[in-house]
């Protein structure tokens, strides 16, 4: 049985941890193998449940699958990389869930509005045409979410998102940065799909397989409908 984790904040820099038996994040069965997790941040002031993680001193793993060495960071090590992995005490408890979801350090996942807009939709099923939290499509959430969080307005589809984003190289991509796709037919050059990087080559977007969700722009799927990556954002 999979086991779901309190994360409590004591004294000396230490964290308690408390199990108790949950359901464990679940991975999307679909051709892009997204992940997927339903659980919400429950209210402030209130302990964190995050579902299938554990958290001690001494590690931090996915308790579902065993992991290789570089997903498990020892925070007692010396080394300068895996030492600044993650301050437990100080990171937001969003951005520990997350770097695990997208096995990337909690450091990179600066953008805690970002995180929290993500974790609102999380799950909503895709539908195309749909804006609401009953469904939604790709390009509906990426309007919203950068409405919401950066305070930029675009236009409602892939394509004229695609048209107004200044390109930009894929090395260059930084949380908050468009990336397109073309899912369509070979007859068709028209940008089909869009989603928001985050970090470590993940993307969240909307997909019709698995509703909002994170998937890997290094999956064979969306490597090959990938057509650039744009942004809209000033001042990055």
């Not at 070979?186 to 080559?201: E, F, K, L």
């Amino acid at each position: 049985m999979y086991r779901k984790i309190t994360v409590l904040k004591v004294v000396a820099g230490l964290v308690l941890v408390v199990g108790t038996s949950c359901k464990t994040l679940r991975k999307i069965t679909a051709h892009d193998n997204s992940l997927a997790n339903s659980q919400k941040a429950s209210k402030a002031g209130n302990p964190q449940f995050i579902d299938g993680i554990e958290v001690t001193p001494g590690n931090v793993v996915n308790t579902r699958h065993k992991t290789n060495a570089s997903k498990i960071k020892n925070l007692n090590t010396t080394n300068e990389d895996t030492r600044n992995w993650v301050n437990i005490e100080k990171a937001n408890w969003l951005q520990v869930k997350y770097a695990i979801i997208l096995d990337a350090t909690v450091e990179k996942l600066t953008d805690i509005a970002l995180l929290q807009k993500i974790e609102e939709w999380w799950g909503t099923n895709y539908c195309l045409g749909g804006s609401t939290k009953n469904c939604i499509d790709c390009s509906a959430l990426t309007f919203i979410i950068m409405r919401d969080v950066y305070g930029v307005n675009l236009p409602r589809t892939a394509q004229e998102q695609y048209n107004v984003s200044t390109k930009i190289p894929d090395d260059s991509l930084q949380e908050g940065d468009l990336v397109f796709f073309h899912t369509g037919g070979r007859r068709s050059r028209q940008i089909s799909h869009v989603g928001i990087y985050v970090a470590n080559n993940k993307f969240v977007n909307a997909s019709s397989s698995g509703g909002v969700t994170i998937s890997d722009l290094n999956d064979p799927y969306w490597k090959h409908a990938y057509r650039g990556a744009g942004r809209v954002r000033q001042n990055m």
